[in-house]
């Protein structure tokens, strides 16, 4: 507690909180006096020229939030109904709710402990025991249903072994969609995640490493997907100076001008937040080293953006302990994800084992992890 008020301070903490304390206001009353504040406007491209620049992705697509980004990434990698979508027990609701959004159902393979992304090798056991290859396409044996993606997930921006996950799928011809919606500012080598698969996925929601307020990007390295993306998240409308002719179903999915300006601003900040970031990360780190307490660490060979903190505790009894403790203080820390595959909608959903994911769902708790006010300019 005393580590924690020495860099939050007195009051009560939350877990994560945005900070705009760059040229937010300014690009805001641009936008404004510009008359563009919907989804037409120079600060969306601006800002996924940005995206571009700092992920190295050949193109990004601003939308409303990260759920509609997967959804379309999802749809566009030819995800539909009754596929399934091979994804992990361990991850936030929005995952599953974007795949089921196309009519697909997921089915659960474990994550590893150290990373708690996808497990390279439950993928590979998984698909052993029970996919086939048949009439160009990949197969579940036990369900009947075509296997359409694998949506692995960046767990609090701590890497998954995305290289040998993309190795797996490659081997199966199995699009790869990767949720690097937690993970902006994370890297295996020198390779920002979300970047290794057909598609991935951002969000810019409140809570995460910057914000729009709400808000979403998908990026992809191939220009065709890249182009779909954009015609159908804005109606599918057909380039006219007049006329209103659409030529799909799409959806009202652009991000606003508003919430871009947001995002233009916090780009600027964003290699800075990293850095300090990093170094909140490392005082944890000594702390808890000292306490004999475990705390997440990106594997070797990638980087973090250290978007949460996340300690492992001895067992589900330490950590009740702690959350009760911590929380009565004011001070907001919170378990993982209960496991997708414990939920009311997904419980009938095929999984393996998940011994890893059941083991961090009982012991992984996020502690306060936001830039604190005495960093900021204001
Ligand atoms: C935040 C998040 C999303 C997307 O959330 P939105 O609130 O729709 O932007 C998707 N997946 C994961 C793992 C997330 O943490």
Known sequence: MELIRSIYGKDSIPLHRPIFDGNERQYLVECIDSNFVSSVGAKVTEFEQQIVRFTGAHFAIATVNGTAALHIALQLAG?????????????????????????????????????????????NRFLAKHAEKRDGAVWNKSSGRRIAACVPMHTFGFPCRIEEIHAICSEWAIPLVEDAAESLGSYVGGRHTGTFGLFGTLSFNGNKIITTGGGGMIITNDESQARRAKHITTT???????????????????????????????????????????????????????????????????????????IILADKAERDAFLSYTNERGVMTRPIWRLMSRLEMFKHCQHDGLENSRW?????????????EKNLNT
């Not at 091979?86 to 995952?95: G, V, Y």
């Not at 974007?98 to 474990?110: K, N, R």
């Not at 080293?289 to 997440?296: C, K, T």
């Open 79 to 123: 995800v539909g109904r009754e596929d399934e979508v091979i994804s992990q027990a361990l991850t936030f609701i929005a995952t599953c709710n974007a795949l089921s959004y196309t009519g697909a159902h997921p089915v659960f393979v474990d994550v590893d402990r150290d990373t708690m992304g996808m497990s390279p090798e439950a993928l």
């Open 236 to 310: 599918a409308k057909i380039p006219h100076p007049y006329e209103f002719v659409h030529d799909e179903i799409g959806y009202n999915y652009r991000l606003p001008n508003l919430n871009a300006a947001l995002g233009c601003a916090q780009m600027e900040r964003l290699p800075w937040m990293l850095e300090v970031k990093r170094e909140i990360a490392e005082r944890y780190r000594a702390f808890f080293s000292d306490h004999g307490v475990q705390m997440s660490e990106p594997r070797p060979g990638s980087t973090a953006n250290n978007w949460l903190n996340a």
């Open 360 to 372: 961090l769902e009982d012991r992984v708790v996020n502690i306060p992890s936001s830039v604190p």
